[in-house]
Nanobody
Framework: QVQFVESGGGLVQAGGSLRLSCAAS??????????MGWYRQAPGKQRELVAD???????HYADFVRGRFTISRDNAKNIVSLQMNNLNVDDTGDYYC??????????????WGQGTQVTVSS
């Protein structure tokens, strides 16, 4: 079992920044041995992968955030973060931390956090 606690969401104006954090815990969950990712779900839309980071630090970004968002992990603190810069209204949604596995180079989440809400105003 693994539990995630996301934080850092909120209301921000377009062009602004937010930093999301996800703290992972679990008696049998070894953070450094697991790939991590961030998903988001906009109102009325399906959940979509934003970024992922492997155990070795290999990173993938969705095209719609590349150059604006940065994913990172701190294995000593069991935290994965998402720095979001130059936000726009299309970034509004609930952001979820996840651990999962890779199918080829594509990350697929298996366990999820409860999410943190991000609202970008124009």
């Amino acid at each position: 079992q693994v539990q995630f606690v996301e934080s850092g969401g909120g209301l921000v104006q377009a062009g602004g920044s937010l930093r999301l954090s996800c703290a992972a815990s679990g008696s049998t969950f070894v953070f450094r041995s697991n790939a991590m990712g961030w998903y988001r779900q906009a109102p009325g839309k399906q959940r979509e992968l934003v970024a992922d980071i492997s155990t070795s630090g290999t990173i993938h970004y969705a095209d719609f955030v590349r150059g604006r968002f940065t994913i990172s992990r701190d294995n000593a603190k069991n935290i994965v973060s998402l720095q979001m810069n130059n936000l726009n209204v299309d970034d509004t949604g609930d952001y979820y931390c996840s651990t999962g596995r890779y199918f080829g180079s594509r990350f697929s989440g298996v366990y999820w956090g409860q999410g943190t809400q991000v609202t970008v105003s124009s």
